[in-house]
């Protein structure tokens, strides 16, 4: 099956699947739609009759978000929906491209798409309303970009995502190290790494580059090249600019809801986080800021390590961050599991897990935990039950899944860096000559 | 495949991928530029003086304009929050204005509160609170009063930790189970009960005394109002029960004056008829206190070990990685 059908046929597998939704909501109890797009949907209708969105309860988001889906109130309440889904299949379009870009066989392209297309949480998630496909495929463009060496309309595109949705700040370092001298030359295309097969690294090193292990140190010293100090200011700016703007037509409501509640985050009620049940117990009290910096930590370390270690195989890094900062979040909604499905096609073909056992056995335990955790959560939330204990307990063992999921990944991992280190001549004129890119 | 047309294809399908790029992005600045547009005229709303109110559907039914205004709302613009007392104060001294005594004594004598009952319906974190009143009505005197129309309210003061979801009454207004719905009070539908107050439920049924006064049962109204719990505080025994009180009721009329209508609001009281099926006490699974250490220690040190993992996890296998790269260069 070619791309093009398989894109295709996800297309009018999501049509079919919004009219579904719609017939559901109007004959039965139980609703195909989110709710969260039902926020969306009256924040949206708010602004359409000249309103702020915030005065829809619950809706923390950027009014961005809402003026997108303005059309819900004068086309057709389910535009949001297919919105969505256009998304979703952007994300698998971006996909192709990015593996096309690398040079991986045709075969394992159509393969890591449909890993993307056909993953039952990816499409019901865009079709039932919810936003996360549109930061996806933000994601992948902004990988894209950089791929083809526009530094600009990354650093665009990077600025409107975190002012979106804040998690992608965890990309900022990784993309400011790949942005590495020896690799990225402003203004000129950069060599990209190839597929070569499972198995074989494909970082060639030339005899006259530094080693490998002072990449983080060269970094670090020749931190202030063009194409990063162009890479923050542009960023910054597109973010400090979107937000200054929203607080200018919402003022302390915006900030608030929209980019203060999630760094401030901590909700009592049940959810996958181990952390939901301490936050209960001790609720009655305020946290301590020792409290808060020590359930900070296990984050903070973890991005950090895993920053350092894999920074310059960029779509790994990404996936790896973006696995363990869900895991150690104080929230955890099943929502945010699509940040990182997005991101595992790109890793997928420098996977060196067999299916059979190893990659059965990760799927299998992450989603047994997942059950096992809405099972509890079914019987406190719709049978009344008191099973916080057990609850709490599942959620250990979800992180635990998680861990273990993550650490198969990272042993069977090729390790493969994004760019290729370029290879400077005695003349610098065939890097001057060499293809421009912005 | 030749490689020209190979190029040719790639070429192509990142045009296609341009174009699409293009009218998206066109989109989303027409979309960003219609939306700024709509905001110009914006309405905010500040923490903590914002009231739910659903709206009713007063103007598809002919209902008089001085019909349009809750009863209660004006309370919450006297008071931060909910008391009994404080809301019993609110009925004597601001409800009843004065002005339709004679009315409101012969309607006193029309109505009789004979049967109550309530019950709550479902099970977990997510029921229905069923309400079903019924009155003897004397029918001879009914058609000597000059009403033009009523209806009954109903107001529901719910305790710590219940709330109702306004999206949700708004909901089921526009089905037309309610003529008119609003919440007032504390409507943030997240905080656990120590850090929210109690909210008020007020809705609108219509009642046509006239029609009622020809059933030999009298009048009867049937209310099912959606209800959520929050997380309680934490209890020893792992529950909190939390009682439902009893809710007020009122008949609010349109009469015909010489010189103009005006509406006048009866509050109906139980004359101590009890409830049907008793007081309604909703049972919800709390935290427990005793798990709090164990709990705080267990889920440190899990994620600790989480963190070791995956550290050292990260360490070895780039390093061994990079060795390998070195050793293949």
Same mark, same amino acid.
């Given at each position: 099956?070619?791309?093009?059908?398989?894109?295709?046929?996800?297309?009018?597998?999501?049509?079919?699947?919004?009219?579904?939704?719609?017939?559901?909501?109007?004959?039965?109890?139980?609703?195909?739609?989110?709710?969260?797009?039902?926020?969306?949907?009256?924040?949206?209708?708010?602004?359409?009759?000249?309103?702020?969105?915030?005065?829809?309860?619950?809706?923390?988001?950027?009014?961005?978000?809402?003026? +997108? +889906?303005?059309?819900?109130?004068?086309?057709?309440?389910?535009?949001?929906?297919?919105?969505?889904?256009?998304?979703?299949?952007?994300? %698998?379009?971006?996909?192709?491209?990015?593996?096309?870009?690398?040079?991986?066989?045709?075969?394992?392209?159509?393969?890591?798409?449909?890993?993307?297309?056909?993953?039952?949480?990816?499409?019901?998630? %865009?079709?039932?309303?919810?936003?996360?496909?549109?930061?996806?495929?933000?994601?992948?463009?902004?990988?894209?970009?950089?791929?083809?060496?526009?530094?600009?309309?990354?650093?665009?595109?990077?600025?409107?995502?975190?002012?979106?949705?804040?998690?992608?700040?965890?990309?900022?370092?990784?993309?400011? @190290?790949?942005?590495?001298?020896?690799?990225?030359?402003?203004?000129?295309?950069?060599?990209?790494?190839?597929?070569?097969?499972?198995?074989? #690294?494909?970082? #060639?090193?030339?005899?006259?580059?530094?080693?490998?292990?002072?990449?983080?140190?060269?970094?670090?010293?020749?931190?202030?090249?063009?194409?990063?100090?162009?890479?923050?200011?542009?960023?910054?700016?597109?973010?400090?600019?979107?937000? %200054? =703007?929203?607080?200018?037509?919402?003022?302390?409501?915006?900030?608030?809801?929209?980019?203060?509640?999630?760094?401030?985050?901590?909700?009592?009620?049940?959810?996958?986080?181990?952390?939901?049940?301490?936050?209960?117990? /001790?609720?009655?009290?305020?946290?301590?800021?020792?409290?808060?910096?020590?359930?900070?930590?296990?984050?903070? +370390?973890?991005?950090?390590?895993?920053?350092?270690?894999?920074?310059?195989?960029?779509?790994?890094?990404?996936?790896?961050?973006?696995?363990?900062?869900?895991?150690?979040?104080?929230?955890?909604?099943?929502?945010?599991?699509?940040?990182?499905?997005?991101?595992?096609?790109?890793?997928?073909?420098? #996977?060196?897990?067999?299916?059979?056992?190893? $990659? +059965?056995?990760?799927? @299998?335990?992450?989603?047994?935990?997942?059950?096992?955790?809405?099972?509890?959560?079914?019987?406190? &939330?719709?049978? $009344?039950?008191?099973?916080?204990?057990?609850?709490?307990?599942?959620?250990?063992?979800?992180?635990?899944?998680?861990?273990?999921?993550?650490?198969?990944?990272?042993?069977? /991992?090729?390790?493969?860096?994004?760019?290729?280190?370029?290879?400077?001549?005695?003349?610098?004129?065939?890097?001057?000559?060499?293809?421009?890119?912005? | 495949?030749?490689?020209?047309?190979?190029?040719?294809?790639?070429?192509?399908?990142?045009?296609?991928?341009?174009?699409?790029?293009?009218? @998206? %992005?066109?989109?989303?600045?027409?979309?960003?530029?219609?939306?700024?547009?709509?905001?110009?005229?914006?309405?905010?709303?500040?923490?903590? $003086?914002?009231?739910?109110?659903?709206?009713?559907?007063?103007?598809?039914?002919?209902?008089?304009?001085?019909?349009?205004?809750?009863?209660?709302?004006?309370?919450?613009?006297?008071?931060?929050?909910?008391?009994?007392?404080?809301? =019993?104060?609110?009925?004597?001294?601001?409800?009843?204005?004065?002005?339709? &005594?004679?009315?409101?004594?012969? !309607?006193?004598?029309?109505?009789? !509160?004979?049967?109550?009952?309530?019950?709550?319906?479902?099970?977990?974190?997510?029921?229905?609170?069923?309400?079903?009143?019924?009155?003897?009505?004397?029918?001879?005197?009914?058609?000597?009063?000059?009403?033009?129309?009523?209806?009954?309210?109903?107001?529901?003061?719910?305790?710590?930790?219940?709330?109702?979801?306004?999206?949700?009454?708004?909901?089921?207004?526009?089905?037309?189970?309610? *003529?008119?719905?609003?919440?007032?009070?504390?409507?943030?539908?997240?905080?656990?009960?120590?850090?929210?107050?109690?909210?008020?439920?007020?809705?609108?049924?219509?009642?046509?005394?006239?029609?009622?006064?020809?059933?030999?049962?009298?009048?009867?109204?049937?209310?099912?109002?959606?209800?959520?719990?929050?997380?309680?505080?934490?209890?020893?025994?792992?529950?909190?029960?939390?009682?439902?009180?009893?809710?007020?009721?009122?008949?609010?009329?349109?009469?015909?004056?010489?010189?103009?209508?005006?509406?006048?609001?009866? *509050?109906?009281?139980?004359?101590?008829?009890?409830?049907?099926?008793?007081?309604?006490?909703?049972?919800?699974?709390?935290?427990?206190?005793? /798990?709090?250490?164990?709990?705080?220690?267990?889920?440190?040190?899990?994620?600790?070990?989480?963190?070791?993992?995956?550290?050292?996890?990260?360490?070895?296998?780039?390093?061994?990685?990079?060795?390998?790269?070195?050793?293949?260069?």
């Amino acid at each position: 099956m070619d791309v093009r059908s398989l894109l295709l046929f996800s297309a009018l597998l999501r049509v079919l699947l919004i009219i579904y939704g719609e017939w559901q909501d109007a004959h039965m109890e139980v609703r195909y739609t989110d709710v969260d797009y039902l926020v969306f949907s009256d924040a949206a209708s708010l602004v359409a009759s000249g309103k702020s969105p915030y005065q829809r309860s619950t809706y923390r988001y950027s009014p961005l978000l809402a003026f +997108l +889906l303005v059309p819900n109130s004068i086309i057709h309440p389910s535009w949001g929906k297919f919105l969505f889904s256009a998304s979703d299949l952007l994300v %698998g379009l971006f996909i192709h491209t990015i593996l096309e870009l690398r040079k991986v066989p045709e075969n394992l392209c159509t393969c890591a798409l449909m890993v993307w297309l056909f993953n039952p949480f990816t499409f019901s998630i %865009g079709t039932r309303g919810n936003c996360e496909p549109i930061v996806c495929a933000m994601i992948l463009w902004i990988i894209i970009c950089l791929m083809n060496g526009k530094v600009l309309q990354a650093a665009f595109w990077y600025g409107l995502v975190v002012h979106f949705r804040i998690y992608p700040i965890i990309y900022s370092i990784p993309i400011i @190290l790949v942005l590495d001298p020896h690799c990225f030359l402003y203004g000129l295309k950069p060599a990209l790494s190839s597929w070569v097969g499972q198995g074989n #690294s494909t970082q #060639s090193i030339p005899s006259t580059a530094v080693p490998e292990s002072c990449g983080i140190w060269i970094a670090l010293t020749s931190m202030f090249t063009r194409a990063r100090i162009m890479f923050g200011l542009i960023s910054g700016a597109v973010f400090f600019a979107f937000t %200054g =703007l929203f607080f200018y037509l919402y003022r302390w409501e915006f900030l608030h809801e929209a980019l203060l509640y999630h760094l401030t985050r901590t909700d009592p009620r049940h959810n996958f986080s181990i952390y939901f049940y301490h936050i209960y117990l /001790h609720y009655e009290h305020e946290f301590s800021v020792v409290e808060r910096l020590i359930s900070f930590l296990p984050q903070f +370390l973890v991005q950090l390590v895993l920053i350092v270690c894999f920074a310059q195989d960029l779509p790994f890094c990404f996936f790896a961050q973006t696995v363990a900062f869900v895991a150690f979040n104080k929230v955890i909604t099943a929502q945010y599991f699509v940040w990182f499905f997005c991101l595992l096609p790109l890793i997928l073909p420098w #996977s060196n897990m067999k299916l059979k056992w190893t $990659g +059965l056995s990760c799927i @299998l335990l992450w989603m047994g935990t997942q059950t096992h955790w809405l099972m509890w959560g079914y019987l406190l &939330e719709f049978k $009344g039950k008191n099973v916080f204990l057990e609850l709490w307990i599942a959620s250990i063992l979800f992180l635990a899944a998680n861990t273990f999921v993550l650490i198969k990944i990272i042993r069977y /991992h090729t390790y493969s860096s994004l760019f290729q280190r370029l290879e400077f001549s005695s003349s610098d004129n065939d890097l001057k000559e060499g293809k421009k890119s912005n | 495949m030749p490689p020209s047309t190979v190029s040719y294809h790639m070429e192509s399908w990142q045009h296609v991928q341009v174009h699409i790029c293009r009218i @998206l %992005g066109i989109q989303l600045i027409f979309l960003v530029g219609f939306g700024f547009c709509m905001s110009s005229s914006f309405v905010s709303c500040e923490v903590g $003086g914002c009231t739910s109110n659903v709206g009713s559907t007063n103007q598809s039914l002919n209902i008089p304009p001085y019909f349009e205004k809750h009863i209660t709302k004006s309370y919450f613009d006297k008071y931060d929050s909910l008391l009994d007392s404080d809301f =019993l104060d609110f009925i004597s001294h601001e409800l009843f204005p004065g002005s339709c &005594e004679l009315l409101l004594d012969n !309607l006193n004598l029309v109505l009789r !509160l004979s049967v109550q009952q309530r019950s709550l319906i479902g099970d977990g974190s997510h029921r229905h609170l069923s309400s079903s009143f019924r009155f003897n009505i004397q029918s001879e005197l009914i058609a000597e009063l000059p009403i033009h129309f009523c209806e009954a309210i109903i107001i529901e003061k719910l305790p710590y930790g219940i709330f109702a979801d306004p999206f949700e009454l708004q909901h089921l207004l526009q089905r037309g189970v309610f *003529m008119g719905a609003a919440v007032f009070g504390d409507t943030n539908l997240e905080l656990p009960s120590v850090h929210s107050n109690r909210s008020l439920v007020e809705v609108h049924m219509d009642v046509d005394l006239n029609t009622f006064s020809r059933h030999k049962d009298g009048l009867e109204i049937n209310i099912d109002l959606p209800l959520h719990i929050r997380y309680p505080p934490l209890e020893e025994s792992g529950y909190s029960n939390i009682e439902l009180g009893a809710p007020d009721l009122f008949m609010r009329c349109s009469i015909e004056a010489k010189s103009h209508n005006q509406s006048c609001l009866l *509050m109906l009281k139980d004359n101590g008829v009890a409830l049907g099926n008793g007081p309604v006490v909703w049972r919800v699974p709390s935290g427990i206190k005793a /798990h709090a250490r164990a709990v705080s220690i267990v889920t440190f040190i899990s994620a600790i070990l989480s963190t070791l993992s995956i550290v050292l996890t990260s360490v070895y296998y780039s390093s061994t990685k990079l060795c390998k790269n070195l050793k293949q260069s």
